[in-house]
């Protein structure tokens, strides 16, 4: 916002936890779906041959990424449609069980689906630990013969903490209780082997990893019933109507492809860098989330005394993108629901700034923000009353 | 939109280059001169500012501010504190938030509560100043 007044050169995008640019190879995959091969997959002419050609290609490459069969896939408008299709899919299929278990730190996809079904169903909120983790024998304890499903996510968006889902898998599987995952924010930084490790739903999408917005994927194990949420054709399985989004799809297709685990290497290596090297030199700041189980290109840091607005804002005038938990952001001024979970004070919860890495990012942009973020809590400490 | 878009290019100059930050100490005090503070957290999201005031004659000589809170916020400390400066205490008690928010062009209606922020603690320091508490007197 400040940007156009600094007249800045250099720009830093920190925020790929919210979205990620799509890779010139993707965009150049896509193109030809708008134009030349713009078919509907529905169609039996050639034009509809084509699309559905594509269509169905891609689906193999999603499967494929997580060693799921080709009819375990379905596309969706992105991990919100996802996850709502996957929770009240299962619960309205399902007429013997109405109980649900989840946990706080889920994000507003899956937490309001589950508040919206309260009525009608129980919900079970996991508290987690200060690392941000959910207790397994909780967990397992919370478990009823009346339970359908249990939702807990992979990857955490705020602080990226990954939950251990081989042993949740394990304890639904021991429960017979189908196992759902948000893995929004983990694919193709996580991997996952749905043959490997039990888990009956995941939802997944694109623009978080280079791939086009407004289209993601929902992987539904073979013989998992699901009531189909959006009513008109008999597309994706009978699961969900409406003509497919062709070019998203292969754009997706394209970057799932193109995700390597180089990258996760490299994000991960500038990611410890930089948190050692906040913590280290900037005084009262803490890391937020646990430190192991952590996405590759998470960090989260309280910076005491200070108010994330104010933070972000600042950076911002210097072209670097980041975003907070702070109440004052939020439109209805609470703090984060994940930072709250974890045992934050409300007034560290304020000061909390998430910095999520991409690919495209070097260690030089992360000197700058850094030297730029320096400035700014300390210009920030200075005028606050609670800073000694 | 966000409100952030809403945000007035005063709003901005006051938030990057926020005017009368910090405290004013005992030791600043000339022979006739006193001083009030005054100490406020917002209830709607737990912030916090503390003013100071050097008076003379019932006149405000001299604001300075401390402020935990959002650019908004920041930006109404700012400008609360150049807009008393050189008013009697009488004249600063009408200050309204209104007015702060007048004087910055406006504040999106989600951080209007941050204003009412800077202007309930001028009012603390005033009503500290007449009530003796806390006052420094040279
Ligand atoms: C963990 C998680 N789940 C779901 C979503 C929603 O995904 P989409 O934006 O594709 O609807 C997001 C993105 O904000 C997310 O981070
Ligand atoms: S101080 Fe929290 S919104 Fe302004």
Same mark, same amino acid.
């Given at each position: 916002?400040?940007?156009?007044?600094?007249?800045?050169?250099?720009?830093?995008?920190?925020?790929h936890g919210?979205?990620t640019?799509?890779?010139?190879?993707?965009?150049?995959?896509?193109?030809?779906?708008?134009?030349?091969?713009?078919?509907?997959?529905?169609?039996?002419?050639?034009?509809?041959?084509?699309?559905?050609?594509?269509?169905?290609?891609?689906?193999?490459?999603i499967a494929w990424k997580i060693n799921a069969?080709?009819?375990?896939?379905?596309?969706?408008?992105?991990g919100?449609?996802s996850?709502?299709?996957?929770?009240?899919?299962?619960?309205?299929?399902?007429?013997?069980?109405?109980?649900?278990?989840?946990s706080?730190i889920e994000h507003?996809?899956?937490?309001?689906?589950?508040?919206?079904?309260?009525?009608?169903?129980?919900?079970?909120?996991?508290?987690?630990?200060?690392g941000g983790l959910v207790?397994?024998?909780?967990?397992?304890?919370?478990?009823?013969?009346?339970?359908?499903?249990?939702s807990i996510m992979h990857a955490n968006n705020e602080i990226g903490v990954i939950q251990d889902i081989r042993t949740i898998g394990e304890?639904?599987?021991?429960?017979?209780?189908?196992f759902h995952t948000d893995a929004v924010q983990s694919f193709t930084k996580v991997p996952i082997d749905v043959k490997d490790i039990n888990v009956?739903l995941i939802s997944l999408s694109s623009h978080k990893m280079h791939g086009?917005?407004?289209?993601g994927a929902?992987f539904?194990?073979?013989?998992?019933?699901?009531? @189909?949420?959006?009513? #008109?054709?008999?597309?994706? !399985?009978? /699961?969900? %109507?409406?003509?497919?989004?062709? $070019?998203?799809?292969?754009?997706?297709?394209?970057a799932v492809e193109l995700a390597s685990d180089d990258h996760v290497a490299q994000m991960q290596e500038l990611r410890d860098?930089?948190?050692?090297?906040?913590?280290?030199?900037?005084?009262?700041?803490?890391?937020?989330g646990g430190r192991e189980e952590r996405l590759c290109n998470n960090v989260n840091?309280?910076? @005491?005394?200070?108010? #994330?607005?104010?933070?972000? !804002?600042? /950076?911002? %005038?210097?072209?670097?993108?980041? $975003?907070?938990?702070?109440?004052?952001?939020?439109?209805?001024?609470?703090?984060?629901?994940?930072?709250?979970?974890?045992?934050?004070?409300?007034?560290?919860?304020?000061?909390?700034?998430?910095?999520t890495l991409g690919k495209?990012?070097?260690?030089?942009?992360?000197?700058?923000?850094?030297?730029?973020?320096?400035?700014?809590?300390?210009?920030?400490?200075?005028?606050?009353?609670?800073?000694? | 939109?966000?409100?952030?878009?809403?945000?007035?290019?005063?709003?901005?100059?006051?938030?990057?280059?926020?005017?009368?930050?910090?405290?004013?100490?005992?030791?600043?005090?000339?022979?006739?001169?006193?001083?009030?503070?005054?100490?406020?957290?917002?209830?709607?999201?737990?912030?916090?500012?503390?003013?100071?005031?050097?008076?003379?004659?019932?006149?405000?000589?001299?604001?300075?501010?401390?402020?935990?809170?959002?650019?908004?916020?920041?930006?109404?400390?700012?400008?609360?504190?150049?807009?008393?400066?050189?008013?009697?205490?009488?004249?600063?008690?009408?200050?309204?938030?209104?007015?702060?928010?007048?004087?910055?062009?406006?504040?999106?209606?989600?951080?209007?509560?941050?204003?009412?922020?800077?202007?309930?603690?001028?009012?603390?320091?005033?009503?500290?100043?007449?009530?003796?508490?806390?006052?420094?007197?040279?």
């Open positions: 916002m400040l940007q156009k007044t600094l007249k800045m050169a250099k720009k830093v995008y920190l925020d919210a979205t640019p799509v890779d010139a190879e993707v965009v150049e995959a896509m193109q030809p779906y708008f134009t030349e091969k713009f078919g509907n997959a529905s169609s039996i002419h050639c034009f509809g041959k084509v699309a559905r050609d594509a269509l169905e290609k891609s689906r193999e490459i069969e080709k009819d375990e896939i379905i596309f969706t408008s992105g919100s449609e996850n709502n299709l996957a929770i009240k899919g299962v619960l309205f299929a399902n007429k013997e069980k109405n109980h649900i278990i989840t706080k507003p996809a899956v937490l309001q689906t589950c508040q919206a079904l309260e009525n009608g169903f129980s919900v079970t909120y996991l508290d987690v630990d200060a207790d397994l024998k909780k967990l397992e304890e919370a478990i009823t013969d009346k339970t359908a499903l249990v304890i639904c599987k021991r429960h017979n209780v189908l009956d086009p917005k407004g289209i929902l539904i194990k073979k013989g998992t019933e699901l009531q @189909k949420q959006n009513q #008109g054709g008999h597309q994706e !399985l009978d /699961l969900r %109507a409406g003509t497919e989004n062709i $070019s998203g799809i292969v754009g997706f297709a394209k860098k930089f948190i050692d090297k906040i913590l280290k030199e900037i005084s009262d700041t803490t890391l937020n840091i309280t910076f @005491k005394f200070i108010e #994330g607005e104010g933070l972000l !804002l600042h /950076l911002d %005038a210097h072209g670097i993108a980041v $975003s907070t938990g702070s109440a004052c952001t939020s439109q209805s001024l609470e703090p984060s629901h994940v930072l709250l979970a974890i045992g934050l004070k409300h007034e560290d919860a304020h000061g909390a700034i998430r910095f495209e990012n070097t260690q030089e942009e992360l000197d700058y923000t850094f030297e730029k973020l320096k400035e700014a809590v300390k210009n920030l400490r200075k005028i606050s009353p609670l800073a000694k | 939109m966000s409100y952030v878009d809403q945000y007035s290019e005063k709003v901005k100059e006051h938030f990057m280059h926020p005017k009368n930050m910090g405290h004013i100490k005992e030791e600043d005090l000339q022979p006739g001169e006193e001083l009030a503070r005054g100490e406020v957290g917002n209830p709607a999201c737990g912030d916090l500012m503390t003013i100071f005031l050097k008076i003379k004659d019932r006149k405000i000589i001299d604001a300075k501010i401390k402020t935990f809170g959002c650019a908004a916020a920041i930006a109404c400390s700012s400008i609360t504190t150049e807009m008393v400066v050189g008013l009697t205490i009488d004249k600063a008690r009408k200050l309204t938030k209104n007015q702060v928010a007048d004087e910055l062009e406006g504040l999106p209606p989600l951080k209007l509560h941050c204003s009412n922020l800077a202007v309930d603690a001028l009012n603390k320091a005033l009503d500290n100043y007449e009530q003796g508490i806390g006052v420094v007197r040279k």
